[in-house]
């Protein structure tokens, strides 16, 4: 799954992927993308933080960041120039496909 991390660092500033966007870029899950993100171990290289769910929703940020949380993520998507309503980002808007 090291591809998945690499197409990680191919998000631009201001966009988010979906684990969707990346499972279909890999050719694997959503869930396995969820295990790998989760296991990062260097976010500093391969920004975790810009992966949301299908629909915008912003979790699972438990394991990136080494006890990192959802509030966050936030905080480093909005200091990408994301804007965040509810705890979800504007796909429409934001989102990055590979």
């Not at 870029?25 to 296991?39: C, D, K, L």
């Not at 990408?80 to 590979?98: C, M, P, Q, S, T």
Request: proline share 4%; aromatic share 6%.
């Amino acid at each position: 799954m090291h591809k998945a991390l690499l197409l990680l660092r191919k998000i631009p500033r201001g966009k988010v992927t979906s684990y969707g966007e990346l499972a279909k870029a890999t050719g694997s899950s959503p869930r396995a993308i969820g295990q790998v993100m989760r296991r990062n171990e260097h976010p500093e290289l391969y920004p975790c933080y810009k992966v949301v769910a299908s629909n915008g929703r912003i979790h699972g940020y438990g394991g990136c960041l080494k006890g990192g949380k959802v509030d966050k993520k936030i905080s480093l998507l909005k200091k990408d120039g994301i804007e965040i309503r509810n705890k979800r980002v504007d796909l429409a808007k934001y989102l990055h496909r590979f």
